[in-house]
Antibody, heavy 125, light 106 residues
C-alpha cells in the first residue's frame, strides 16, 4: 500500500526556518515527481512547489509566493523528500501536504494521485 | 498565471439530487483539468483527471466534462458520504486550484 508520511511541522517565529520531511512507503521515489501543496486555515488548496525525478533532471519549480524562500530536495536512499522553508512569514501558516504526481510508463503529469495526511506549520511571534 | 474560478462556493442539496459544480479557467487549458474531493480534516482525494476520466475506485455517480475554459463536475444521485469540499485544478501550466465548492446535505 502506498503511503506518504509528512513530519517536521511546528511553531516558528517570523523570519525563521523549518524543514518538512515526506517519507514514502510501498513505492520508490526514484521515478516519482513530488509536490507540496498547502492549505491555510479555513482556506483552499495552494500548490507550493515540485521536484521531478532524477530521470527528469530532479529540477524544481515553485509558486510565486514562495520562490526564493523555499527549496525542495530528495534523498532516494531514504525514500524521502524535503521542503526547506526559510524567511517564513505569517501567511505561510498552513497544513502542508506531500503528494505524488501521476506518472505513466512514459510521462508524468501535474495532477496528484497519492497524498500524505499533512503537517501543520504555524508562523507567529 | 492561470486563474481558476469555481461556482457556487457552497451548495446544499438532498440525498438523491443531481449536483453540478462549474469551474472556469482564465485561459484555455485544453482538457488538463482534475477534480479533487476533500472531506473535513482529511487530505484531498483525486476523483477525475483529464477533465472526464474517472480515477480508479471512484463511484460512477461522479462525472466530469468540458474543455478549453469551461468544466463541470456532476454528482448523479448525491449520497451522504459526498459531504465534502470539491476543488478543480488546472495542470496545463504548473498547477492552480479553484477556490472550492462546499457541498452540504439538506
Amino acid at each position: 500500500e502506498v503511503q506518504l508520511v509528512e513530519s517536521g511541522g511546528g511553531l516558528v517565529k517570523p523570519g525563521g526556518s523549518l524543514r518538512l520531511s515526506c517519507a514514502g512507503y510501498g513505492f520508490s521515489f526514484t521515478n516519482a515527481w513530488v509536490s507540496w501543496v498547502r492549505q491555510a486555515p479555513g482556506k483552499g488548496l495552494e500548490w507550493v512547489g515540485r521536484i521531478k525525478s532524477k530521470t527528469d533532471g530532479e529540477t524544481t519549480d515553485f509558486a510565486a509566493p514562495v520562490k526564493g524562500r523555499f527549496t525542495i530536495s530528495k534523498d532516494d536512499s531514504k525514500n524521502t523528500v524535503y521542503l526547506q522553508m526559510n524567511s517564513l512569514k505569517a501567511e505561510d501558516t498552513a497544513v502542508y501536504y506531500c503528494t505524488t504526481h501521476y506518472c505513466s510508463s512514459t510521462n508524468c503529469y501535474n495532477y496528484f494521485d497519492y497524498w500524505g495526511q499533512g503537517t501543520q506549520v504555524a508562523v507567529s511571534s | 498565471d492561470i486563474q481558476m474560478t469555481q461556482s457556487p462556493s457552497t451548495l446544499s442539496a438532498s440525498v438523491g439530487d443531481r449536483v453540478t459544480i462549474t469551474c472556469r479557467a482564465s485561459q484555455s487549458i485544453s482538457i488538463w483539468l482534475a477534480w479533487y474531493q476533500q472531506k473535513p480534516g482529511k487530505a484531498p482525494k483525486l476523483l477525475i483527471y483529464k477533465a472526464s476520466s474517472l480515477e480508479s475506485g471512484v463511484p460512477s455517480r461522479f462525472s466530469g466534462s468540458g474543455s478549453g475554459t469551461e468544466f463541470t463536475l456532476t454528482i448523479s444521485g448525491l449520497q451522504p458520504d459526498d459531504l465534502a469540499t470539491y476543488y478543480c485544478s488546472q495542470y496545463n501550466t504548473y498547477v492552480t486550484f479553484g477556490g472550492g465548492t462546499k457541498v452540504e446535505i439538506k
